[in-house]
């Protein structure tokens, strides 16, 4: 309806309404995303353009450093369609909540806002003094996805990182074997008239089993080796009949070595060293990798960045249901279990054991708060 007084609709604010305005208009969750250091091998990013149109479009505002996505093939304009403000790193950090897949430095993490909230994934930046030092000095709350737990007990991120990582080791695998590779040019998979090539697993998790998975997928012969039966009683269910699960016996290792044309190492149940005279009755050929020292995650980066969007779009949505961080810690325990700093408090006990630096239970901090 037109106002006789006011013709055009023109807005006319009294001072006290304009301050409202702006207040409502400045609210809302703000993100800052930040990229990889140029000086690692890691590629790996949070959040896609479109997730963070998801977020855009819920009322939050994303701002990331210029460049970020350029391990993932998604320009700065990409990122801009969604609303995304481009802006410089130092900006980026100025952020009440910052996102980085690795850990940040201790000297990114001193530009950051006092108070401020960074999610990240773990890493041997987070067991350094000088990072630890400076995110308590700036009482930053620092959250590490892959160790939170969904509500059904889930680590969801973690378990997203662990199945990419364990196809992309058959990946590597079959790149490995071919002749463009440096290998002998086969393939994993058997055609009329040959045998398969053997597939070596000797671990357990969720990495090994979505290894095992794909390694079947392609047609290779799959032997999946632990030192805990109920673990390999999961890991049959999980991978079906095609998956031959067996326990570690020296004898039986020795002959599954012997004829691998792929082994793949990573966790055992408990723990497990791989004997090294076992090398000499490897084939001439074989590929090893040991997925406790490499992530072939790293090498496609774009699908890790769509998988992990996917639940970070709702992780953050329920943040800022929450009004905050600390909302977010006080009503959902699982969230609590990736925390390592809150409140200038270190409340990861193994980084602080690590360390030799004392830590608190953050469930006493919060419940204390509350009270």
């Known amino acids: 309806m037109t106002d006789q007084n006011n013709p055009n609709n023109e807005l006319h604010l009294q001072p006290e309404e304009l301050v409202q305005l702006i207040e409502r208009e400045e609210s809302g969750l703000k993100i800052g995303m930040v990229g990889n250091y140029p000086d690692t091998d890691e590629t790996r990013m949070l959040l896609t353009p ?19 996505g350029v391990d ?19 900006e980026a950090l100025k952020a009440p909540l910052v996102l980085s897949y690795a850990p940040l430095r201790a000297k990114d993490i001193k530009k950051m806002q006092k108070g401020a909230g960074l999610l990240c994934m773990m890493g041997s930046t987070l067991f350094e003094q000088a990072t630890i030092k400076a995110l308590l000095s700036h009482h930053i709350t ?14 969801v991120f973690a378990n997203i990182i662990d199945e990419i990582d364990g196809r992309g080791a058959i990946m590597y695998a079959q790149e490995a074997l071919s002749y463009l590779g440096g290998g002998k040019g086969v393939l994993l998979a058997s055609v009329a008239g040959l045998n398969p090539c053997e597939v070596l697993l000797i671990g357990i998790g969720n990495e090994m089993i979505a290894a095992a998975n794909a390694a079947v997928a ?92 996917n639940a970070l779009v ?20 699982g969230v609590q279990c990736g ?33």
């Open 50 to 68: 479109e997730a963070c149109g998801m977020l855009t479009s819920a009322g939050m505002k994303v701002y990331m450093e210029q460049g970020a």
């Open 72 to 90: 993932v093939s998604f320009p700065d304009a990409s990122y801009a369609e969604y609303g995304v403000k481009i802006v410089s790193r130092d």
């Open 142 to 155: 620092t959250g590490c996805l892959d160790n939170m737990v969904s509500h059904n007990d889930e680590q």
């Open 218 to 309: 392609v047609g290779a012969r799959v032997t999946l080796m632990d030192n805990d039966i109920s673990a390999l009683q999961v890991a049959k269910s999980l991978c079906g009949p095609l998956v031959d699960t067996i326990a570690i016996h020296p004898r039986v290792l020795y002959n599954k070595v012997k004829t691998a044309d792929v082994i793949i190492t990573g966790l055992n149940t408990r723990n497990f060293e791989f004997p090294k005279n076992l090398s000499a009755a490897m084939k001439e050929n074989v590929y090893v990798l040991d997925l406790n020292e490499t992530h072939p995650s790293i090498s496609v980066p774009r699908t890790v960045a769509m998988a992990i969007s």
């Open 339 to 371: 925390i390592v700093t809150y409140n200038g408090k270190l409340v990861d006990k193994l980084i602080g054991s690590y360390l030799s630096m004392p830590s608190v239970d953050i469930s006493v901090m919060l419940s204390g708060a509350a009270n």
């Open 314 to 333: 709702n992780f953050l949505d329920e943040l800022r249901l929450k009004d905050s961080f600390d909302g977010m810690l006080a009503t959902t325990p």
